[in-house]
């Protein structure tokens, strides 16, 4: 079925006339409507507009447009909730936006609709993109399509859950401290979060502004970075977006693996890791080392503070950056007899507890007596974790990690208690607080009845995502993990 398919097969389909994008849009909406309402990734999206947008990719491959000019013509790439579309809801799963609708495309759409991508739909996501589970949107549950009883992950749970059940081809996200990697990790799939500042965040809702980042969720490491050499570049709209050339990703695919150099962290080998998790990594290594790679031991000393560090930087970002939500600007509001109750009273109704107790941390660390005693600390700390990271690039290409230290959990196991949803982010926060590249990519299944994905993450050096994709694509094609599909899918 043609939405099963990856971008670069069906770049040949279409290119040969042996589909058209219409039917690759209509076989992507015949399966949202068969499995969405269970499934959940979706908050919205319109039929209409998508296939308007697929007819008219469908005229331009007539009139003799090229992949090599436009490399996502008529390609269905759905949407994280956190982007704007114009003219589409811009929600942030939040009822704070629930009426917003957004006036303007964010630069990576513009980027998608030059590349002739076919812009559909709405995916849920946590609340803010405050989360690991996507069990904060305020609207709806998304559930893990390999097994329906357990999350997505998240915040980019509907991004990950749509791409894993072939519910559209690949899926903007964004990732602040795993994002992306973590949720196409729980749902089988290749997610990667970009060096800070390669991408253009004009148009995203911020969240922590100095860890945010735009990617990308695909099916297979050489769909994300199709779509990742698209949404790159500088952009005079976002001053955070960086002067660097962006490399031809997909090119830079071809070619071996050999004497490429990966480290293995030696303060990743928690010991509350999953003994499969684990077993899982150690036999992506060993594949990797069958491919020509050199693994090396590396030492990241000031991984424990990650966690901590991170909970204060993001969480004193966030309750600046969410000071915008008052109910005069957007969304909804709740009246008062002055500013300051509607203010009070917007904010009171408009946001879920889990967006209230970031801010309320993040008010508390900038406040002042704490300041230095936490935010300015957390900063220092911040600068030893990047050059950590620095130094062990000087010997190594790339870094191996598992993406998260347990398979998908089970819907409500972790959502009352915040601490320990928080510790389920170990793996991944360090790269946006180093500001690097990352990838998840699948590494194997659990046993049981109903086998999860496990994902391993490769890191890279700041602007090395050409080195990271490289390595995932030799590792991807020695498996084939990325071949196997979810239950929601048959
Ligand atoms: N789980 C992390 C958080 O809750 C990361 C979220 C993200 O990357 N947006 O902050």
Known sequence: MLNQLTIAQLQTMLAGRKASSREVMRACLEQ???????????????????????DAADEALAAGATYTERPLLGIPVAIKDVIAVKGQPLNCASK????????????????????????????????????????????QLTRNPWDPTRIPGGSSGGSAAAVSADECIAALGSDTGGSIRQPASFCGCAGIKPSYGRVSRYGLVAYASSLD????????????????????????????????????FRQGLAGDIKGTRLGLA?????????????GAVAAAVENLQKLGAEVIEVSLPHTDY???TYYIIATAEASANLARFDGIRY??????????????????????????????????????????????????????IRQDFLNAFERVDAILTPTCPTPAFKIGEKSSDPL??????????????AGICGISIPCGFTSGPRPLPIGLQLLGSPFGEASLLRVAHAYEQSTGWHKKTPLFSD
């Open 32 to 54: 949202v409507q068969r499995i969405d309402g269970h499934l959940g990734a979706f908050l919205s999206y319109d039929a209409a507009d998508a296939l308007a947008q697929a």
């Open 96 to 139: 704070i936006l629930g009426n917003f609708v957004s006036p303007y495309d964010a630069t990576v759409i513009e980027k998608l609709r030059a590349a002739g991508a076919v812009v559909f739909g709405r995916l849920n996501m946590d609340e803010f993109a405050m989360g690991s589970s996507t069990e904060n949107s305020a609207f």
């Open 213 to 248: 980042q735009i990617g990308c969720l695909a099916k297979t490491v050489e769909d994300a970075g199709i779509v990742l050499e698209v949404l790159s570049g500088p952009d005079n709209r976002d001053s955070t977006s960086a002067p660097q050339p962006v490399p031809r």
């Open 266 to 278: 030696k303060e990743y080998m928690l010991g509350g890791l999953d003994p499969e998790v684990k």
């Open 306 to 308: 990650a966690v901590a």
């Open 331 to 384: 969304g909804q509001r709740v009246e008062g007899k002055d500013p300051i109750e509607l203010y009070g009273k917007t904010r009171g109704a408009g946001f879920g507890a889990e967006v209230k107790r970031r801010i309320i941390l993040g008010t508390y660390v900038l406040s002042s007596g704490y300041y230095e005693a936490y935010y300015l600390r957390a900063q220092k700390v911040r600068t030893l």
């Open 420 to 433: 320990q949803m928080y510790l389920s982010d170990i793996f991944t926060l360090s790269c946006n607080l």
